[in-house]
C-alpha cells in the first residue's frame, strides 16, 4: 500500500467511526465515511476534499455495492475497509423478541458481511487491501446478562473472520479483528441501544438492576476512542496488521482469562476427551 490509503468507514456518522474517520483524515488519507443518512457524516466531518460521505444501510447487500462502487469511481481504489457500523439490542434472551435477536445478527454480523462481500472483487482486482473488523470482547467471552443477542453476532464475525482471513491471502488481502473494551463511544446511548420488554417476572429483579448498570456506565467508560482510533490507523500501515487487536486493558485482561478458561476445560476431562476414537 502507499503512504496514502483510501478508507471506507462504516457507521462514520458517530462515535468510533467518526473518530476513526477523523484520525485518517489528519493523517492524509483519503475516506470514504458511510451512514444511514450521508447528511449525519457532513454534521459530523464537515466538509473536505478528501472525504466522501455515502448514505449506506450495511444490511442492504444493493446499497453496500454502490457504497465500493462509488469509492472507486472516486478514489480509484480502496485499500481500508473499516467494519464499525452496529448496534446493541439488549435482553436476556427468553425476553427478547425474535425479530429484534435476528435484527441484532442481520446487522451486527451480516452488514460486515454484506460490506465485505462488495469490496472483495476491488481488492482481488489490486492484489493489495485490508478489511478491519470491529468486534467486541463480547466476541471472545460473553460475560454478564444482556448479551447473549450481541454475543452470537460478534462471535460469528470472530469465525467469519478467522475463516475467510486464508482464503484471500493469496491476493494480498489481509484481515484484522478489533476486540474493543468499554470505550466511550456511543453504543450505550439510547440511540444505539434498544432494552427488550421486561416480560417474564422471574428475570424482573435482575432486568430492573441490569438496565440501571447498563445506563450508569455510558459516557463513564474508561476507553478513548479518539485513542483507538490512532492506534487502529497506527496499526493498518504496518506490513503485517495483527490478526486481532485487543483494546483496551480491560480486551487484554478478558483475553488472559478466556484463554486460560480454555485451558482449563481442555484439560478438565482430559482422558475421556481424548478417547473417542474407534478401538483397533
Known amino acids: ?10 457507521g462514520a456518522g ?5 473518530h476513526i474517520a477523523k484520525t485518517a483524515l489528519n493523517a492524509g488519507h483519503e475516506v470514504v465515511a458511510t451512514a444511514r443518512r450521508a ?36 478514489f480509484g481504489r480502496l485499500d481500508v475497509l473499516v467494519n464499525n457500523a452496529g448496534s446493541f439490542n439488549a435482553g436476556f434472551f427468553e425476553e427478547m423478541a ?29 492484489r493489495s487491501g485490508l478489511v478491519m473488523t470491529i468486534s467486541s470482547t463480547a ?18 464475525v470472530e469465525g467469519w473472520m478467522e475463516g475467510f482471513g486464508p482464503e484471500v491471502a493469496p491476493f494480498g488481502i489481509k484481515t484484522m479483528l478489533v476486540e474493543p473494551g468499554f470505550f466511550r463511544t456511543e453504543l450505550l446511548t439510547p440511540q444505539s441501544t434498544k432494552y427488550a420488554e421486561a416480560s417474564i417476572d422471574d428475570y424482573a429483579d435482575r432486568t430492573n438492576s441490569t438496565v440501571q448498570a447498563w445506563k450508569s456506565m455510558d459516557g463513564k467508560q474508561a476507553g478513548d476512542p479518539a485513542k483507538l482510533a490512532r492506534a487502529l490507523i497506527q496499526l493498518a500501515a504496518l506490513d503485517e496488521p495483527p490478526v486481532r487487536f485487543a483494546a483496551g486493558a480491560d480486551s487484554v485482561a478478558l483475553f488472559e482469562k478466556k484463554a486460560h478458561t480454555l485451558l482449563e476445560q481442555a484439560d478438565a476431562h482430559r482422558a475421556l476427551s481424548s478417547d473417542m476414537a474407534y478401538d483397533d
Open 39 to 74: 447528511e449525519a457524516i457532513t454534521k459530523a466531518l464537515g466538509e473536505h476534499d478528501a472525504l466522501l460521505p455515502v448514505a449506506l444501510d450495511v444490511t442492504d447487500p444493493g446499497a453496500a455495492a454502490a457504497a465500493i462502487e462509488a469509492t472507486v469511481d472516486k
Open 14 to 18: 458517530r462515535g468510533l467511526g467518526v
Open 1 to 10: 500500500m502507499t503512504n496514502s490509503q483510501v478508507w471506507l468507514i462504516t
Open 98 to 126: 425474535p425479530e429484534d435477536f435476528r435484527s441484532q445478527i442481520e446487522t451486527t454480523f451480516f452488514g460486515p458481511v454484506n460490506v465485505t462481500r462488495a469490496a472483495l472483487p476491488q481488492m482481488r482486482r489490486q
Open 139 to 156: 466476541g471472545i467471552a460473553a460475560e454478564g446478562d444482556f448479551v447473549s443477542a450481541y454475543a452470537a453476532s460478534k462471535f460469528a
